[in-house]
Nanobody, 124 residues
Framework: QVLLVESGGGLVQAGSSLRLSCAASGPTFSGYSMGWFRQAPGKEREFVATISWLSGRTTYTDSVKGRFTISRDGAKTTSYLQMNTLKPEDTAVYYC?????????????????WGQGTQVTVSS
């Protein structure tokens, strides 16, 4: 069983930065690509960023390109989401997820494990 635990959320002003972390644990956590998704009140969960386990290739949704950076540690068990120049529209619960499916990493349905979420609130 894989467990994902996010941390790093909080309340910040517009223009500020936050770094989210997602620590994965489990006896068989290997070969998983990791992604970040978010869900704002009254809205559907949306893709934010992903990093491929094998190639390290990163993908972002258009609204965060140039502001957010996804990365991972050398053991590939912790994912980070560096969020700069935050905007009020970035306010949401942020979830990390993991999948062994190497395709369509922007699709939440392809992920096997999810964290509990961490709240990010950006005030104007």
């Amino acid at each position: 069983q894989v467990l994902l635990v996010e941390s790093g959320g909080g309340l910040v002003q517009a223009g500020s930065s936050l770094r989210l972390s997602c620590a994965a644990s489990g006896p068989t956590f290997s070969g998983y690509s990791m992604g970040w998704f978010r869900q704002a009140p009254g809205k559907e969960r949306e893709f934010v960023a992903t990093i491929s386990w094998l190639s390290g290739r990163t993908t972002y949704t258009d609204s965060v390109k140039g502001r957010f950076t996804i990365s991972r540690d050398g053991a590939k068990t912790t994912s980070y989401l560096q969020m700069n120049t935050l905007k009020p529209e970035d306010t949401a619960v942020y979830y990390c997820a993991a999948t062994r499916n190497p395709f369509q990493l922007e699709n939440a349905e392809n992920y096997d494990y999810w964290g509990q979420g961490t709240q990010v609130t950006v005030s104007s």
